[in-house]
């Protein structure tokens, strides 16, 4: 680590490593600021960020519309949130893990399976409880969501780590960052947890995009644990969002996209406390994802009247009812189908074989039993490239 890399202020909290790396040292973050953070160049799309949240919050009053919140944006979170750290799946694989019995899943889609219903649960605790959301114990339960099924993990998920380490560089001797070691681990995440609760003065002098980029700065320049530290410091975000009473947005799609300008403005806030740079680039990615959100509902709501082109069904009908659903399942079993609308199995195959028969539906794996059947032409346009155009069939 390159200490002329560092302000004067972060320099001043260099404290010697412990064995075998005593010829290092490591930061001891100082608290989150709870000062106005100055924006410079990031003003302008700091006011577009403000100003697209309410846009989302508008949506969210006046229509019930899936996709304000929904369990693919979700997933689509955790897969790229994973992605940044290696961990590789696909939206149609997490997908079908979640319809079918996963016992043959591989164990980077089952990871981002936990993820997700990390998310999908912990979500609507966080707008029911609020800021006191926040404590070590959710930290804690985060990273076994997230780190449990990876065999690799050499820790006890949830537990933080007793070892030194270090960001950037496969030695210590050519790191970007040092966290503090680990003795101090505990009480620098308290700084963290406590700036969450937002019990201090930033809930008067910062705005929610300022804290959500101070506090994911702040608790990666802990990394609490040996793995798994920036799903966690992702995961927070929306949790963040939530817990202040705003419709949470998803923002690793976009991260995943502008990984070196992420990487950046971290650096930037951990080693020069230039937090405006993170809260720009934060503001930056809210107005690009609600950009992406406006496209995808369009998107699907085009697909939709170009199925009814093809076939008029009947108002009501078991068909027309799944249509519905499939810009949030589209990946489904017959069985799992029939429990959503509340019909019979025979009621569910009925509409899936019309559906099939439209070209909506596709068979995915050649059985007679248990069958999982993907509206992949919804598929291919949640699975597109973050900023691309949707794609859409003729017909």
Not at 34 to 56: F, K, N, S, T, W
Not at 75 to 96: F, H, M, P, W, Y
Not at 147 to 162: C, I, L, T, V
Request: aromatic share 6%; glycine share 6%; proline share 6%.
């Amino acid at each position: 680590m390159n200490r002329e890399a560092l302000c004067h202020a972060v320099r001043q909290t260099l404290v010697r490593l412990p064995a075998p790396y005593e010829s290092h040292y490591g930061i001891v973050p100082l608290p989150p600021p709870e000062e106005p953070i100055a924006i410079g160049d990031g003003r302008a799309v700091m006011e577009e960020a403000i100003a697209a949240l309410r846009e989302v919050e508008t949506l969210a009053r006046e229509i019930s519309d899936p996709w304000i919140i929904s369990r693919i944006i979700a997933r689509q979170e955790a897969l790229s949130s994973s992605a940044i750290e290696g961990t590789n799946s696909t939206l149609d694989e997490v997908l079908s893990v979640e319809e079918a019995a996963d016992d043959i899943a591989r164990n980077d889609a089952r990871q981002v399976r936990s993820y997700a219903l990390a998310l999908d649960r912990l979500v609507p605790e966080a707008r029911a409880v609020g800021h006191n959301i926040f404590s070590l114990d959710l930290i804690r339960q985060l990273h076994r969501e997230v780190m449990r099924d990876n065999p690799d993990y050499q820790d006890n998920p949830g537990e933080w780590r007793a070892q030194v380490v270090w960001i950037g560089g496969r030695s210590i001797e050519h790191s970007t960052l040092n966290p503090p070691p680990p003795d101090r681990v505990e009480g620098c995440l308290l700084h963290t947890v406590d700036y969450l609760r937002n019990q201090g003065m930033q809930a008067q002098t910062q705005n929610l995009l300022t804290r959500m980029a101070v506090a994911h700065a702040h608790f990666e320049a802990v990394h609490p644990f040996r793995d798994g530290n920036g799903r966690v410091g992702r995961l927070l975000l929306p949790l963040i969002m939530a817990a202040d009473g705003r419709v949470p947005l998803y923002l690793s799609p976009y991260i995943e996209a502008r990984k070196d300008r992420y990487y950046a403005n971290l650096k930037a806030a951990q080693q020069q406390l230039n937090w405006g740079a993170a809260a720009g680039f934060m503001a930056e990615a809210v107005v690009a994802t609600v950009q992406e959100l406006n496209a995808t509902r369009q998107a699907l709501r085009h697909l939709r009247m170009l199925w009814l082109e093809r076939r008029k069904l009947r108002g009501g009908s078991s068909a027309l009812r799944t249509l519905n659903v499939l810009s949030d399942y589209p990946v489904l079993t017959v069985n799992r189908l029939a429990s959503w609308l509340d019909i019979t199995f025979p009621a569910a195959a009925k509409a899936v074989d019309t559906l099939v028969s439209m070209g909506v539906l596709t068979e995915r794996t050649g059985h007679r039993r248990n069958r999982l059947f993907a509206a992949t032409e919804v598929l291919s346009i949640l699975n597109r490239p973050f900023g691309t155009e949707p794609a859409l069939p003729d017909r």
